[in-house]
């Protein structure tokens, strides 16, 4: 039996050694890829077609918050990346409205004393809401739909800054 497993080791070395030559030996086929000059027109992987992204306001808010993670990393207080992400914004030359009060109405009357305070507008038209904890929940979610009823804007996001790279969450409403 130990004759054996020497055999079929040093058989298996060979064997090793021959593929590892033949598959240095098969010619390298010319690149799949694209010319140089139509890489931007079309993906070079399965031939589609390259999309700018779909949403560049929601795209421009969500590069500044990835700045601000970058620089500050994980584990402050919203607080910290709330005040970050206001620098940030007048860097990016991003226009905002912070810390807006929501009123909310109820059959067409407006409860008084009540109303929802959301981070950030952006654009006049993007409820933004800042959190700093392990994972974005549904509860998170249901938030940022309530801001977008109230605030009758329909596209809104999350941004996470609790977890070790960025979480975010784009959500637009009917």
């Known amino acids: 039996m130990y004759g054996y497993h020497v055999l079929a080791?040093?058989?298996?070395s060979t064997f090793v050694?021959?593929?590892?030559?033949?598959i240095c030996e098969v010619p390298r086929r010319k690149s799949a890829f694209a010319p140089k000059s139509a890489r931007h027109e079309t993906c070079s992987f399965k031939g589609m077609p390259l999309q700018p992204f779909?949403?560049?306001d929601t795209y421009k808010i969500?590069?500044?918050?990835?700045a601000v993670h970058t620089e500050l990393g994980c584990g402050f207080l919203e607080s910290v990346y709330r005040a970050a992400l206001?620098?940030?914004?007048?860097?990016?030359?991003?226009a905002?409205?912070?810390?807006?009060?929501?009123?909310?109405?109820?059959?067409g009357r407006l409860l008084e004393e009540l109303h929802y305070r959301v981070d950030f507008i952006c654009?006049?038209?993007?409820?933004?809401?800042?959190?700093?904890?392990?994972?974005?929940?549904t509860r998170d979610e249901a938030q940022l739909l309530n801001?977008?009823?109230?605030?009758?804007?329909?596209?809104?996001?999350?941004?996470?800054?609790?977890a070790t790279s960025l979480q975010h969450k784009r959500r637009v409403l009917g």
């Open 9 to 12: 080791i040093a058989n298996r």
């Open 17 to 22: 050694a021959s593929v590892e030559r033949k």
């Open 54 to 56: 779909p949403d560049p």
């Open 62 to 66: 969500i590069g500044a918050a990835m």
């Open 86 to 94: 206001r620098m940030q914004f007048e860097m990016s030359s991003i």
């Open 96 to 107: 905002y409205r912070y810390e807006v009060k929501l009123p909310i109405s109820y059959k």
């Open 123 to 137: 654009f006049d038209d993007v409820v933004v809401e800042i959190k700093a904890q392990a994972v974005i929940t």
């Open 147 to 162: 801001y977008l009823k109230a605030s009758k804007i329909r596209r809104g996001l999350i941004l996470n800054f609790g």
